[in-house]
T-cell receptor
C-alpha cells in the first residue's frame, strides 16, 4: 500500500536558522509531489510542486526552496528562517497527474519560528 | 486563476442530524475536479469525496454526499446523521489541469453537539 512519511512532526527554530523538512512516499512511482503551508485557522496554500526528479515549480515567492533529489523524496528548505515562516507544513502526493486525483497528505510538520 | 469560497467559518449541528457545508468555486477551465477534505484537531488531512466537472450525478460516499450545481458553481457537502467524530475542519478544494495542483478554501469548522 502507498504511504507518505513526513518529519519532524514539530519543530521550534530561531529566526535566521536554516530549515530542512523531508517527505518520502512509498508504494508508488513517479508521483506528483506538493508542499502546502497552512496558517492557523486558514486554508492550505500551495508552495511548491514537482512532477519529476529535479523539476520544481514555485507558486509563491518566498524565503523557502524545494528540491526533489529522488523520485519519491521531496525536501523543503530555507537558509534563514523568518517569523512569517511559522505554520503547519504538509507534504502531499498524487498519482495520475490529473485534476481528478485526490491528494494524499503526510501528517504535517508544525513549525514555530521564535 | 481558480478560487474557492467557503462562507461559513463555523457551523454547529446536533448529533444524528444532517448538515450542509457550503462551497462555491470559480474557474474558466471546463475540466476540473472538486474535493472535500476533513482535518481533525490532530492536523491530518483526510480525503472525503470527489466530483468531476463532467459528472452528471452527485457523488456519494457513505454518509457524505456532494450537492453539485454546475450553473451556480457550487459544490456543497452534505453530512447525514452527524456523529461526534465528525467534529473537525472541512475544506473544499478544486483541481484543474494535469499538474494535480489544488486550490483550497479557508475551511469550515464543524462542531457536533451531543
Amino acid at each position: 500500500s502507498q504511504t507518505i512519511h513526513q518529519w519532524p512532526a514539530t519543530l521550534v527554530q530561531p529566526v535566521g536558522s536554516p530549515l530542512s523538512l523531508e517527505c518520502t512516499v512509498e508504494g508508488t512511482s513517479n508521483p506528483n509531489l506538493y508542499w502546502y503551508r497552512q496558517a492557523a485557522g486558514r486554508g492550505l496554500q500551495l508552495l511548491f510542486y514537482s512532477v519529476g526528479i529535479g523539476q520544481i515549480s514555485s507558486e509563491v515567492p518566498q524565503n523557502l526552496s524545494a528540491s526533489r533529489p529522488q523520485d519519491r523524496q521531496f525536501i523543503l528548505s530555507s537558509k534563514k528562517l523568518l517569523l512569517s515562516d511559522s505554520g503547519f507544513y504538509l507534504c502531499a502526493w498524487v498519482t495520475g497527474s490529473s485534476y481528478n486525483s485526490p491528494l494524499h497528505f503526510g501528517n504535517g510538520t508544525r513549525l514555530t519560528v521564535t | 486563476a481558480q478560487k474557492i469560497t467557503q462562507t461559513q467559518p463555523g457551523m454547529f449541528v446536533q448529533e444524528k442530524e444532517a448538515v450542509t457545508l457550503d462551497c462555491t468555486y470559480d474557474t474558466s477551465d471546463p475540466s476540473y475536479g472538486l474535493f472535500w477534505y476533513k482535518q481533525p484537531s490532530s492536523g491530518e488531512m483526510i480525503f472525503l469525496i470527489y466530483q468531476g466537472s463532467y459528472d452528471q450525478q452527485n457523488a456519494t460516499e457513505g454518509r457524505y454526499s456532494l450537492n453539485f450545481q454546475k450553473a451556480r458553481k457550487s459544490a456543497n457537502l452534505v453530512i447525514s446523521a452527524s456523529q461526534l467524530g465528525d467534529s473537525a475542519m472541512y475544506f473544499c478544494a478544486m483541481s484543474v489541469g494535469n499538474a494535480g495542483k489544488s486550490t483550497f478554501g479557508d475551511g469550515t469548522t464543524l462542531t457536533v453537539k451531543p
